[in-house]
């Protein structure tokens, strides 16, 4: 601390000794006047009329031929606007880095212009004396950052012109602004003052991200603009941290400190979470359990392209760890939900199969009759009891009385006739007797199930006969018949077969139905199905089951349909129903499936990379219901 505090009061006696009479806020308050000020108004007027009248209605690239020249113009405008500051950096270091074109000529130095605008009309100079003998040093002022700020305005123009005449967004430099520019140059403003080689540096790295801009669009390559960008970013904030160390920070403009103390503070935040997140690997001795390793796992979901700058990607992971503690709403996970292999319909396939599965009715009302009965009982008078029992008997009595004399009423006394109108839909009825037996056969399921008979039926009763026919077979014809030692294929082929195991339509699903009635009661006395027996038999429940199987089929079917309509129906046999497709599609992407369940609200409509982006995004409700979002569980698929 105390180096700190000694490196400040150096640095203010320093600045002393170089400022003018007047102070920095006098400075500040000439910056309406200054060329700085003037250059950066007509620069914004520019680039407003520029985004109006120079913007097409469609998206159309410039002819490579005018990118180029463009590109070019704005590059040859960069170098030579920044003349004057590699002469001023080249006095500061006695390396031979720089090359000799840059060397400082009194001579010559002060009559080169850029634009009109002269790199130095005037010098620097400091008399020294060393060993009793006096030595004058000159070199360029601080002139020079008026060049070279005409040069960035130059650059910014071309660029904002380049991009809106493609249709594409201009590519802006986020760490810092003209404005901030022109305010920081304003302030080393002086006359006989020299640049110090912090704010030479700052405009050296102004030129780099602006030349990178330029020199990538040359070789289309702007969709890679954060490689360069971090390079020369990271070695912008280390240069920062390190004036920081040396306690030469105050030798930096106000505006400077101000425009990159943002993303220093961000920098740091994600060495130290990164720090700490290395550091519970280390010792856990695992990084898969850790929340934060599902965001690598997700790294779209930061919604950091390598299009964008390093500071804008900065920015955006600062933001999101910062943030990261605040809300635990998509990042608190909660127990795996299971999702079974089996849907509802094989389950209850297999319940008749286990005993534990059989369903054994109960009759609560039973129980809750008894309890009110006794209760009443016992509370209710004995003479209450009988007159309720009474009349309770009697309208019983009248109901029955009523119920024989309605049975016995002629038909068609006493009814209303509804009228009948155009629209009115026929009861069609089917006659038996002129259908043949083929025909029959043919419509046997829609004339069990849809069709009404009627009541006329010649046919004779069906009447069971005690005696077994016998096939005679002649003895001499045993040895030239083949014997077929496949019993089965006597009875079904092979379609016929896995029609029955599983059926693939609806028609297949009734004759397992019917198939089932007759397994199901061989052993009655009465085994010939009719209509009436069958109809007890399939009851709602069934009907409803028959209905989802035959709904599920068509929905295979449907997937396994070719574009020129062909379909393989066998195609999807062995797929399960349980992947994870079948619960639909993200309701944010909609492309992965659902994977994710929100609590409390029990949604289930989002999957993993949508989750992690929305807690990057910070949000703490359901996407579907609005609800505020404690935590969250996987659908874990056995």
């Known amino acids: 601390m105390s180096h700190l505090f000694s490196a400040l009061a150096d640095a ?35 680039l407003n009329r520029i985004v109006i009248f120079a913007s097409s209605r469609r998206i159309k690239t410039l002819p490579r031929i005018s990118r180029v020249l463009l590109r070019l113009v704005a590059i040859y405008a960069l170098i030579q606007g920044s003349y004057g500051l590699f002469v001023s950096m080249k006095m500061y270091s006695s390396s031979s880095f720089i090359p000799s074109y840059f060397d400082f000529d009194r001579n010559t130095f002060k009559t080169k212009q850029f634009l009109g605008l002269y790199y130095s009309s005037t010098y620097f100079e400091r008399h020294s004396t060393v060993n009793g003998a006096q030595y004058l040093f000159e070199g360029p002022s601080t002139v020079v950052f008026r060049p070279f700020y005409l040069s ?8 904002t012109f380049i991009g809106v005449t493609s249709g594409n967004k201009p590519c802006m430099e986020t760490s810092l602004t003209l404005f901030e520019y022109s305010l920081a140059f304003q302030e080393a403003q002086g006359y006989n003052l020299r640049p110090s080689v912090e704010l030479l540096v700052v405009a050296l790295i102004a030129l780099a991200n602006q030349l990178s801009l330029h020199i ?9 603009r954060l490689i360069p960008s971090t390079v020369i970013g990271l070695y912008t904030l280390a240069f920062c941290f390190h004036l920081v160390i040396q ?7 106000f505006s400077i400190m101000m425009g990159y103390l943002p993303h220093m503070i961000s920098f740091a935040i994600i060495c130290l979470s990164g720090f700490v997140y290395l550091l519970a690997g280390i010792v856990r ?5 850790l929340t934060i390793t599902m965001v690598f796992d997700n790294l779209s979901s930061i919604n950091v392209t390598l299009s964008d700058d390093f500071y804008t990607a900065l920015l955006t992971v600062g933001s999101f760890v910062v943030n990261a503690s605040g809300k635990q709403s998509y990042v608190l ?71 024989n004399v309605l049975e016995k009423t002629p038909a068609g006394v006493g009814e209303v006739q509804p009228e009948t109108t155009e629209n009115s839909v026929e009861t069609q009825i089917t006659d038996l007797n002129a259908l043949s037996n083929d025909e029959i056969e043919e419509k046997y399921l829609e004339l069990l199930l849809k069709k009404q008979i009627g009541d006329t039926d010649t046919s004779p009763d069906y009447q069971p006969s005690d005696v077994v026919d016998v096939d005679i077979i002649d003895k001499d014809d045993i040895g030239e018949e083949e014997i077929n030692t496949n019993a089965l294929g006597e009875l079904m082929n092979a379609d ?24 199901e009661n061989y052993d009655k006395p009465v085994t010939q199905l009719t209509r009436s027996y069958f109809a007890n038999y399939y009851d709602e429940e069934m009907k409803l089951m028959d209905l989802i199987r035959e709904k599920r089929l068509g929905k295979v079917v449907a997937t396994n349909c070719s574009a020129d309509g062909e379909c393989d129906v066998g195609a999807n046999a062995n797929a399960t129903d349980t ?30 990379s949508c989750r992690v982006s929305l807690f990057v995004r910070k949000f703490d409700k359901c996407v579907c219901c609005r609800s505020e979002v404690k935590s969250y569980s996987k659908i874990y698929v056995p």
Request: glycine share 6%; aromatic share 8%; proline share 4%.
């Open 12 to 46: 203010i006696a320093q600045q002393s000794k170089e400022s003018l009479t007047t102070n920095r806020g006098r400075s500040l308050l000439s910056y309406c006047a200054s060329p700085f000020a003037t250059m950066c108004m007509l620069t914004a007027m520019i």
């Open 333 to 403: 996970e909660a127990p795996s939900v299971k999702l079974p292999r089996e849907n509802y319909l094989e389950m209850r396939e297999r319940l008749p199969i286990c005993g534990y599965g059989i369903n054994v009715s109960t009759y609560p009302g039973m129980i809750q009759g008894t309890y009110d009965i006794d209760s009443e009982n016992g509370k209710a008078w004995v003479v209450t009891r009988r007159l309720k029992g009474l009349k309770r008997l009697a309208t019983e009595f009248i109901g029955a009385i009523r119920g």
């Open 579 to 608: 992947d994870t497709d079948a619960l639909g599609t993200c309701v944010i992407c909609h492309e992965n499936s659902r994977q994710i369940i929100l609590w409390p609200c029990k949604c289930l409509a989002i999957c993993e």
């Open 152 to 159: 960035l305005c130059l650059s910014q123009i071309l660029e």
């Open 216 to 224: 990538l669009d040359l070789f289309d390559s702007l969709k890679y």
């Open 247 to 253: 306690g030469r920070i105050f030798y930096v403009p």
């Open 496 to 519: 016929e077969f896995q029609s029955i195991i599983k059926p693939s339509s609806a028609q297949q699903l009734l004759e397992n139905r019917i198939l089932a009635y007759h397994m």
């Open 285 to 289: 001795g695992s990084f898969k359990d």
